[in-house]
């Protein structure tokens, strides 16, 4: 079947790309736009209404509305027992959000419709569509959370928030209970086997799901059964052309930091990292860029003086970014594909990441350089302040991204997945 009109069903606001979501939702509408007009491209919005449709360029967007507050008590005290959702269902679960979808979908009668994540898929499941359905998980939370167990056992004191961005679907008089260690490990425990249940049934009820990285698509086909294909993500940046270093020594860290493992990761770095570097390059200045900071990074970094310096969000990110020497990107935990280590390597700019940092991108090598510390990611840092070193890992970035991620090699990607076809070649 040609696909001659799609729909996308989310509950993320697209734009401003300032999350790693954010930009994998705007890639899907970027490919779209590029196969067919703008007006056969619906996006079907769940949650508070967007507050500016900037970006969207003519694509059609609905509303669907939100849950309402004795939904959600239905659904904690329900729909988690009995029904067996998950957590971070159960914060989005809504019999009329699920009703004014499907009223929604079968006016737009799409083709293709593109469901992002189980918590989408919950809402539209008894809507059965005329063409095809793609899940999109993102990443598989249970790998996630896996991992996120497994600092708490190592680190007593991390203070990391579980709820990370699903704050804003949670009731203010429940959030702070997640600041307790016994209960945010009891949480984690019971939303992994939640959500790994859920990942499954999914996956197995969709025609195709979609992950990032390659090898939690391979774990999900073994459990599931499921078809399951590992896409890259179409990464928007100004220029692929490789940005003068500016030849001093300082770095960046870019990320949302209300996300877990970026708050985590961050905060590691600023105990063990930070002091490695500026032992050795007492002139090295780290650049943290992104909204949502916790009081505890803020005081960290504030022990720094300006050699830490936190500029929140952006809107110029190349700004910071292109002069900089490399980006550290030092995670504990997390899943998927890290979308801004891809950014930096898309403009020529070293990483210096964790195993987990680098997972589903590429194996270590001088643009991408995997550390198994905060402190061994400190001293990898200095070592790229050198400038013959510096050139070696930029030129390597550069080719890594543009072999693997470059535009026409994810264009290519999606139209296998979503058998999506060139705009010219479907008008002759």
Same mark, same amino acid.
């Given at each position: 079947?040609?696909?001659?009109?799609?729909?996308?069903? *989310?509950?993320?606001?697209?734009?401003?790309?300032?999350?790693? $979501?954010?930009?994998?939702?705007?890639? @899907?509408? +970027?490919? @779209?736009?590029?196969?067919?007009?703008?007006?056969?491209?619906?996006?079907?919005?769940?949650?508070?209404?967007?507050?500016?449709?900037?970006?969207?360029?003519?694509? !059609?967007?609905?509303?669907?509305?939100?849950?309402?507050?004795? +939904?959600?008590?239905?659904?904690? /005290?329900?729909?988690?027992?009995?029904?067996?959702?998950?957590?971070?269902?159960?914060?989005?679960?809504?019999?009329?959000? %699920?009703?004014?979808?499907?009223?929604? /979908?079968?006016?737009?009668?799409?083709?293709?419709?593109?469901?992002? !994540?189980?918590?989408?898929?919950?809402?539209?499941?008894?809507?059965?569509?005329?063409?095809?359905?793609?899940?999109?998980?993102?990443?598989?939370?249970? +790998?996630?959370?896996? =991992?996120?167990?497994?600092?708490?056992?190592?680190?007593?004191?991390?203070? @990391?928030?579980?709820?990370?961005?699903?704050?804003?679907? #949670?009731?203010? #008089?429940?959030?702070?209970?997640?600041?307790?260690?016994?209960?945010?490990?009891?949480?984690? /425990?019971?939303?992994?086997?939640?959500?790994?249940?859920?990942?499954?049934?999914?996956?197995?009820?969709?025609?195709?799901?979609?992950?990032?990285?390659?090898?939690?698509?391979?774990?999900?086909?073994? =459990?599931?059964?499921?078809?399951?294909?590992?896409?890259?993500?179409?990464?928007?940046?100004? *220029?692929? !052309?490789?940005?003068?270093?500016?030849?001093?020594?300082?770095?960046?860290? #870019?990320?949302?930091?209300?996300? %877990?493992?970026?708050?985590?990761?961050?905060?590691?770095?600023?105990?063990?990292?930070?002091?490695?570097?500026?032992?050795?390059?007492?002139?090295?200045?780290?650049?943290?860029?992104?909204?949502?900071?916790?009081?505890?990074?803020?005081?960290? %970094?504030?022990? @720094?003086?300006?050699?830490? =310096?936190?500029?929140?969000?952006?809107?110029?990110?190349?700004?910071?970014?292109?002069?900089?020497?490399?980006?550290?990107?030092?995670?504990?935990?997390?899943?998927?594909? $890290?979308?801004?280590?891809? +950014?930096?390597? %898309?403009?020529?700019?070293?990483?210096?990441?964790?195993?987990?940092?680098?997972?589903?991108?590429?194996?270590?090598?001088?643009?991408?350089?995997?550390? *198994?510390?905060?402190?061994?990611?400190?001293?990898?840092?200095?070592?790229?302040?050198?400038?013959?070193?510096?050139?070696?890992? *930029?030129?390597?970035?550069?080719?890594?991204?543009?072999?693997?991620?470059?535009?026409?090699?994810?264009?290519?990607?999606?139209?296998?997945?979503?058998?999506?076809?060139?705009?010219?070649?479907?008008?002759?």
């Amino acid at each position: 079947m040609t696909v001659q009109r799609v729909v996308i069903v *989310s509950a993320v606001a697209p734009y401003p790309q300032d999350s790693g $979501k954010s930009v994998v939702i705007a890639g @899907f509408l +970027e490919h @779209f736009r590029s196969r067919m007009p703008a007006a056969e491209i619906h996006y079907v919005h769940v949650g508070n209404p967007l507050t500016s449709l900037a970006g969207f360029d003519g694509v !059609t967007v609905h509303e669907a509305g939100r849950r309402g507050r004795l +939904e959600l008590v239905r659904s904690l /005290l329900w729909g988690v027992p009995v029904q067996g959702l998950s957590l971070q269902e159960a914060f989005t679960a809504s019999g009329q959000v %699920a009703h004014r979808l499907g009223t929604l /979908l079968t006016e737009i009668d799409a083709d293709l419709e593109v469901i992002d !994540t189980i918590r989408m898929a919950q809402l539209v499941e008894h809507h059965r569509p005329r063409g095809r359905r793609v899940l999109y998980l993102d990443d598989l939370f249970s +790998e996630r959370y896996r =991992r996120m167990l497994g600092v708490l056992d190592d680190d007593r004191g991390s203070q @990391f928030d579980p709820l990370g961005q699903f704050t804003v679907h #949670v009731p203010s #008089v429940l959030r702070g209970l997640t600041r307790h260690q016994s209960v945010r490990r009891w949480l984690l /425990l019971l939303e992994r086997r939640l959500v790994q249940r859920r990942e499954l049934r999914a996956a197995r009820q969709a025609e195709l799901s979609l992950l990032l990285n390659a090898e939690e698509a391979q774990l999900l086909r073994e =459990r599931s059964g499921a078809a399951v294909q590992a896409v890259p993500p179409l990464v928007s940046v100004p *220029s692929t !052309t490789r940005a003068p270093w500016s030849g001093r020594p300082e770095f960046c860290f #870019v990320g949302l930091l209300s996300i %877990a493992h970026n708050d985590d990761g961050l905060t590691w770095f600023l105990r063990e990292g930070m002091p490695e570097l500026l032992r050795q390059r007492p002139d090295a200045v780290l650049h943290v860029i992104g909204r949502g900071a916790s009081p505890q990074v803020v005081e960290l %970094a504030r022990q @720094f003086g300006d050699s830490v =310096r936190l500029h929140g969000f952006v809107e110029d990110l190349d700004a910071l970014v292109a002069p900089s020497c490399a980006m550290v990107n030092v995670l504990r935990f997390g899943s998927g594909v $890290k979308i801004k280590v891809l +950014e930096a390597m %898309a403009r020529g700019l070293p990483v210096v990441t964790t195993a987990v940092g680098a997972e589903g991108i590429a194996e270590s090598g001088d643009g991408l350089v995997v550390t *198994s510390s905060a402190r061994q990611a400190g001293r990898e840092l200095a070592r790229l302040a050198d400038p013959v070193q510096r050139e070696i890992a *930029s030129r390597d970035a550069a080719r890594l991204y543009a072999e693997r991620y470059a535009p026409e090699v994810v264009h290519a990607a999606y139209d296998a997945a979503f058998g999506t076809t060139v705009l010219e070649r479907r008008r002759t």
